[in-house]
C-alpha cells in the first residue's frame, strides 16, 4: 500500500473545478475568520476539523448560517463517546432550514422535488407547495395531540407525501420513522412497536417491477397491532377509499397554513433509524435535529458539493438512511428526485433513464447496481444524455475496482466517481466524497471533515497502509443520541464502545493508505481469518463476481470445534452455468491469483440465491451461526431478510455437516 503515491488518478479535479468547489470557498473564508489554514488542500483543513473540533463545527453552523433562535453556551459540553454533548442551551427547528428556500421569491416556483414512478412521469411540486402542505399537515398534527417528542410512522414509498409528513412531524417537534410498503407486517411491528408511533401514515399499496402490490390486509394488521395509534392517515396511491376510521391524505394537506416551526432544544430527537438487526430485534437509533442538521449540512454542502443549481438522485427506500439522507438536500436548496419503482424495471437500464430524464446532477446508486450494468454490457453514457451528472457516488457496499473503471468508461471519462461508506449509525459517511481531490481505482477519496477516522491494530495503535479495524476517536454531532428503549445505554455502549472504551469501532475492516485514501475490506465480524491472515469478504465477492457465471456469492469462515476452519464459498450461479469441475478450477483460480492462495475456498457449493437485509447487505454473520448449528429462530431476526426461505438451505447443510 505505501507506493500508493505513485499509481495515477482514474481522475482529477481541474483547477477551475477546485476553485467552485463550495468546500474551497469553505476553506478560506474558514482561514480568515477561524484560523483554519489557508494553503495545503484539503488533507490541512481536515486535519484543522479534527484537530480544533469545536471551531470547525462553530465554523459550519456560520457558514449556512444555522438559525439558532436561542444561542449554544458552547459547541462541545462533555465530549466523552458515548455522551458528547453538542451545542448545550441551543435550539433551532430542522424543517424550519429544510423549508428556508421557499422564503425566496426568485425560487418559491422552482422544483423542490420532482417525482417519478415507473411509467417515467414526471411530478414536480414546487418549494411553495411544499411549504403550504407542510403548513397545514403540521396544523393538522398539532388538532391530532401530537406534541414534541410523540412518534409519528410511514408506511410509504419514495413519494413526495412521505417528504411532507417528515417534514411536518419535524415542524411540531415530532420524532419520525418510516419502513418501506415491501416490508411485510411483522418486519414493521419488530420497528414500530418499539417506539410505539400516535399517528400512522400509509399507503393503499405501491407499483413495482411493473405490477400493484396490495398493502390493505397489512395496514390492517399494523393498525391492530399498535395500540397507541391515535389516527391513520390514508394515501390511496392504487386509488382506493380511505379504510374505516383512517383520515383522508388530501384532507389534511389542502389548506393554506403557514408553517409554524417549534423550537426545540439541539438534541432533540428528529428520527428513529433501524440498523439491519439480522439478530434479535432491530436496534431503534435515534439522531437529535442538531447534530443531523448540522452534519447533513457539512456532508451535502461540502462534501457532495450541492446546491440551489443541483438535481440530487439517489436510489433508495423510505427502509434505509439513504431517504433520510437525500430529503436532507433540501438544506442546501437542491432539487430532489424521488424515483419509486423497481431499480431493474422494465431492463437494467431504468436509474440511467431516470437521470437522463431528471437532469439529475449528483447520481447516487449501490455498488450492487454498477456491476449488474457492468455484467449486463450496458453503455448507458451511449445510449441517455448523462451530460449533467458530475458525480456518481455509490454505497451499501464497497465500490469494486472494476466498478470504477466501468464507470469512467461507459458513463463519462471525465467523472468524479465517488464511493462512500458510513452507516445507518450516523446517517452520514466517514469516508467518502471530496470534490477537490482524484480518484484512484477501488479507494475512497478521504476521510469526512470532522471525522477523526483511523484504522486501528488490536491493540488501539493507529496502523497506516495496514488493514485495520475502522474506528472513529472523536465525537461527531450525528452519532446516536441513544437507542430507543435503552435506559442504561448498555445496548449502544456494546455495540460500538466495547473494544476500544471511549472510542467509536464500526465493524469494517479498513485500510488508510499513505495518501489519506480509504479501502473497504467489508465488515470485521466476518472477517476471513486463515493462518493469521485476515481478509475481508468483499475482496473475495469482488475477484469472484467477475466470473460471467457467478450471479452472486458469499463467503463464511468457520471455526471449527477440533481447532480446524472451514472456509465455504457459496455461488448463485447466472443462467444457464452450471458448477462442474472446470467452473469451480476457475474460481479457485482466480481467488489463488487475485487475492491469495490461503483464501481458496475449501469448497465451492452452489446455492438457489444469496439472502440479503432488507437494505440488501448479505447476511454473513447469521448464516456463520446457522452452520455452526443454531437454531434458525435464535440465528436470524426473519422480518430482517429479504428471502427467508433461502436460509432453510444453510439449515438443512448443517444438518448434514453436524
Not at 411540486?125 to 391530532?144: D, F, I, K, Y
Not at 457532495?304 to 439522507?325: I, Q, V
Request: hydrophobic share 40%; charged share 20%.
Amino acid at each position: 500500500m505505501t507506493s500508493a503515491a505513485h499509481e495515477a488518478p482514474l481522475w482529477q479535479p481541474g483547477p477551475d473545478r477546485i476553485a467552485a468547489a463550495a468546500v474551497t470557498r469553505f476553506q478560506s473564508w474558514a482561514a480568515e475568520h477561524h484560523g483554519a489554514p489557508a494553503e495545503g488542500g484539503y488533507a490541512s483543513l481536515h486535519r484543522w476539523s479534527v484537530d480544533e473540533l469545536d471551531t470547525f463545527w462553530k465554523a459550519v453552523a456560520e457558514w449556512f448560517d444555522v438559525r439558532f433562535s436561542t444561542p449554544y453556551e458552547t459547541v462541545i459540553g462533555d465530549r466523552s463517546m458515548p455522551g458528547a454533548a453538542w451545542f448545550p442551551g441551543a435550539t433551532l427547528n430542522y424543517a424550519e432550514h429544510a423549508l428556508r428556500t421557499s422564503e425566496d421569491p426568485l425560487r418559491a416556483d422552482a422544483p423542490a422535488l420532482l417525482h417519478v414512478d415507473e411509467t417515467h412521469t414526471q411530478v414536480p411540486v414546487s418549494w411553495s407547495a411544499l411549504r403550504r402542505q407542510v403548513g397545514s399537515l403540521a396544523a393538522e398534527l398539532r388538532a391530532l395531540g401530537v406534541t414534541p417528542g410523540d412518534r409519528v410512522s410511514g408506511y410509504l414509498p419514495n413519494i413526495p407525501q412521505a417528504v411532507v409528513a417528515f417534514l411536518a412531524t419535524a415542524a411540531v417537534g415530532g420524532v419520525w420513522t418510516s419502513c418501506a410498503p415491501d416490508f411485510g407486517a411483522r418486519s414493521v411491528l419488530d420497528r414500530f412497536q418499539q417506539v410505539e408511533p400516535v399517528v400512522l401514515f400509509t399507503v393503499d399499496g405501491y407499483r413495482y417491477g411493473g405490477k400493484e402490490h396490495h398493502r390493505a390486509d397489512t395496514v390492517a394488521e399494523l393498525r391492530r397491532e399498535l395500540p397507541t395509534l391515535r389516527a391513520v392517515v390514508h394515501i390511496p396511491l392504487l386509488g382506493t377509499d380511505a379504510p374505516e376510521g383512517a383520515l383522508d391524505w388530501s384532507a389534511l394537506t389542502t389548506a393554506d397554513t403557514e408553517p409554524v416551526f417549534e423550537q426545540v432544544p439541539f438534541d432533540h430527537p428528529l428520527w428513529v433509524l433501524y440498523s439491519s438487526g439480522t439478530t434479535g430485534l432491530p436496534k431503534a437509533i435515534v439522531q437529535s435535529q442538531g447534530g443531523i442538521l448540522l452534519e447533513h449540512f457539512k456532508q451535502i454542502g461540502l462534501h457532495c458539493d450541492l446546491g440551489p443549481e443541483d438535481r440530487f438522485f439517489w436510489y433508495t427506500s423510505t427502509g434505509w438512511m439513504m431517504w433520510n439522507f437525500l430529503v436532507s438536500g433540501l438544506l442546501t436548496g437542491t432539487t430532489l428526485v424521488l424515483y419509486d419503482g423497481s431499480p431493474g424495471y422494465p431492463d437494467v437500464s431504468a436509474q440511467w433513464r431516470v437521470a437522463e430524464q431528471t437532469g439529475a446532477t449528483l447520481f447516487g446508486t449501490s455498488a450492487a447496481y454498477v456491476m449488474a450494468c457492468r455484467k449486463a454490457g450496458i453503455h448507458p453514457g451511449r445510449d441517455f444524455d448523462l451530460s449533467r451528472i458530475q458525480c456518481v457516488a455509490t454505497t451499501g457496499s464497497p465500490l469494486p475496482p472494476d466498478g470504477f473503471r466501468w464507470l469512467h468508461d461507459e458513463v463519462a471519462d471525465d467523472l468524479w466517481i465517488a464511493s462512500v461508506s458510513g452507516g445507518t449509525d450516523v446517517c452520514s459517511c466517514f469516508a467518502g466524497a471530496v470534490p477537490t481531490l482524484p480518484v484512484h481505482i477501488g479507494e475512497l477519496q478521504a476521510a469526512c471533515l470532522g471525522t477523526d477516522l483511523q484504522s486501528w491494530d488490536p491493540a488501539g495503535e493507529p496502523l497506516t497502509g495496514e488493514v485495520g479495524e475502522l474506528v472513529v476517536t472523536k465525537p461527531m454531532p450525528s452519532m446516536p443520541i441513544r437507542f430507543w428503549n435503552d435506559p442504561e445505554g448498555s445496548r449502544y455502549r456494546e455495540s460500538y464502545f466495547e473494544t476500544y472504551p471511549g472510542t467509536w469501532r464500526h465493524g469494517d475492516w479498513i485500510t488508510i493508505t499513505d495518501r489519506g485514501s480509504v479501502v473497504i475490506h467489508g465488515r470485521s465480524d466476518s472477517t476471513l481469518n486463515r493462518q493469521g491472515v485476515r481478509m475481508g469478504s468483499a475482496d473475495i465477492y469482488e475477484a469472484v463476481e467477475r466470473l460471467p457465471e457467478i450471479r452472486e456469492s458469499l463467503v463464511i469462515g468457520l471455526e471449527e470445534p477440533d481447532g480446524g476452519y472451514w472456509m465455504p464459498l457459496f455461488v448463485h450461479l447466472a443462467e444457464g452455468a452450471a458448477l462442474d469441475d472446470t467452473l469451480r478450477d476457475s474460481i479457485k483460480r482466480t481467488i489463488r491469483e487475485n487475492l491469495s492462495p490461503r483464501h481458496v475456498p475449501d469448497e465451492v457449493i452452489e446455492v438457489p440465491g444469496i439472502p440479503h437485509t432488507l437494505t440488501g447487505k448479505r447476511i454473513e454473520v447469521p448464516v456463520k451461526r446457522l452452520l455452526q448449528g443454531t437454531a434458525l429462530a435464535k440465528a436470524v431476526n426473519p422480518g430482517s431478510i429479504d428471502n427467508l426461505e433461502l436460509l432453510h438451505f444453510y439449515e438443512e447443510l448443517a444438518r448434514k455437516r453436524h
